[in-house]
């Protein structure tokens, strides 16, 4: 596995390393000794899909309160996605910075999420699957969001006709 380290401490692109021969590849999408070089989260309690069935469709800015704050790693098995991430972390040198990164089932990369960064996705085509390592039970108290279009993230979504639950368009301005 190759680790390339965002702007965002903590965050990380993770490209499987291919082994590729005449029949096509092998690469291993997790390995908890490399991960842990590296000094990330190795413990994922839950695993989940997102099904979205229409492009532009945008879900996120989500993340959890203390103490339930997810770390995860993202991973797109079936379409494209525009994967966002937002250092929510006030101590951080990249506070209210964010990061995007394209993840499709072509190119097979994956993204890790510290905890204490909101993340949010947009869909680049239709039938797109995402799937999610996440570090914690997911606590409903604990759930938050940042508006995807405050504009004290200036966060450059790609051009769509967005389809967004009522409630992540509804989120409150970020206040610090």
């Known amino acids: 596995?190759?680790?390339?380290?965002?702007?965002?401490p903590g965050?990380?692109?993770i490209e499987p390393e291919r082994l590729e021969d005449h029949r096509g590849f092998f690469a291993r999408t997790w390995c908890e000794r490399e991960v842990r070089a590296h000094g990330l989260t190795t413990r994922w309690v839950q695993s989940s899909i997102s099904y979205n069935k229409r492009r532009g469709t945008l879900?996120?800015?989500?993340?959890?309160?203390?103490?339930?704050?997810e770390a995860k790693l993202?991973?797109?098995?079936?379409?494209?996605?525009y994967d966002v991430i937002v250092d929510l972390r006030r101590d951080s040198p990249a506070f209210k910075q964010h990061v995007a990164v394209t993840l499709s089932s072509e190119n097979r990369l994956?993204?890790?999420v510290p905890e204490g960064c909101a993340h949010g996705f947009q869909t680049l085509e239709n039938d797109t699957e995402v799937f999610y390592q996440i570090s914690q039970f997911h606590s409903?108290?604990?759930?938050?969001?940042?508006?995807w279009d405050d504009p004290a993230l200036a966060i450059p979504w790609p051009s769509a006709e967005r389809i967004i639950l009522e409630r992540d368009r509804n989120y409150p301005?970020?206040?610090v």
């Open 110 to 112: 994956m993204l890790y």
């Open 140 to 147: 409903p108290q604990h759930g938050r969001g940042a508006r």
């Open 74 to 81: 993202i991973r797109c098995t079936m379409g494209a996605i």
């Open 59 to 69: 879900r996120g800015l989500h993340y959890q309160l203390p103490p339930h704050e």
């Open 173 to 175: 301005d970020f206040s």
């Open 1 to 8: 596995m190759m680790f390339t380290e965002t702007a965002i």
């Open 11 to 13: 965050a990380f692109i």
